[in-house]
């Protein structure tokens, strides 16, 4: 198990995410199965790092490269915790429950007492992970609809959506 307070190959403490990661944050996220090429990771790094009700943390080793991840946000009734992500070669060290605990520790000091994250049906080993960490499953059924063009579809993956434009 990792100890991220005296262990010397990384970091002490995770770091805001800023714009300038998203390559590396692409990365990561692509190794450990998050990535959705319908859903590309500039466009919710981008939001996040934008709103005041959400945050992404980076967590990096000593030589900078970025290993863990984990997005937390909140509508003002529910906090939500995305994008939980360990380099494949750290994963079972601790480093996922060290961001947790971060990601839920954030939601608490913005006032938010109930957490939820969703997990892929088929990711039974991701859903042993949040279940050892007291999570539970819900009977619901999550429904999307998209109400603008997806940013995978969008002419320029860099601008905001069209009706965000001024």
Same mark, same amino acid.
């Given at each position: 198990?990792?100890?991220?307070?005296? #262990?010397?190959?990384?970091?002490?403490?995770?770091?805001?995410?800023?714009?300038?990661? /998203?390559?590396?944050?692409?990365?990561?996220?692509?190794?450990?199965?998050?990535?959705?090429?319908?859903?590309?990771?500039?466009?919710?790094?981008?939001?996040?790092?934008?709103?005041?009700?959400?945050?992404?943390? &980076?967590?990096?080793?000593?030589?900078?490269? /970025?290993?863990?991840?984990?997005?937390?946000?909140?509508?003002?009734?529910?906090?939500?915790?995305?994008?939980?992500?360990?380099?494949? #070669?750290?994963?079972?060290?601790?480093?996922?429950?060290?961001? *947790?605990? /971060?990601?839920?520790?954030?939601?608490?000091?913005?006032?938010?007492?109930?957490?939820?994250? *969703? &997990?892929?049906?088929?990711?039974?080993?991701?859903?042993?992970?949040?279940?050892?960490?007291?999570?539970?499953?819900?009977? &619901?059924?999550? *429904?999307?609809?998209? /109400?603008?063009? $997806? $940013?995978?579809?969008?002419?320029?993956?860099?601008?905001? $959506?069209?009706?965000?434009?001024?």
């Amino acid at each position: 198990m990792i100890n991220t307070l005296s #262990d010397p190959t990384i970091k002490p403490a995770p770091r805001t995410a800023t714009e300038a990661d /998203i390559p590396a944050i692409s990365n990561l996220w692509q190794e450990t199965g998050l990535y959705r090429p319908y859903n590309p990771p500039e466009w919710d790094v981008r939001f996040a790092l934008k709103s005041k009700e959400a945050t992404l943390l &980076v967590w990096e080793d000593n030589s900078d490269n /970025i290993i863990g991840s984990v997005m937390a946000g909140h509508d003002g009734h529910r906090g939500w915790i995305y994008y939980l992500a360990v380099a494949p #070669d750290l994963q079972k060290s601790g480093l996922g429950r060290k961001l *947790m605990e /971060i990601g839920e520790n954030w939601l608490r000091d913005q006032g938010v007492w109930r957490m939820q994250l *969703m &997990v892929r049906s088929e990711n039974s080993k991701t859903q042993d992970f949040y279940r050892h960490l007291g999570y539970r499953a819900l009977d &619901v059924t999550v *429904m999307q609809k998209d /109400i603008d063009t $997806p $940013p995978a579809e969008r002419d320029d993956m860099t601008a905001p $959506p069209k009706h965000a434009q001024t």
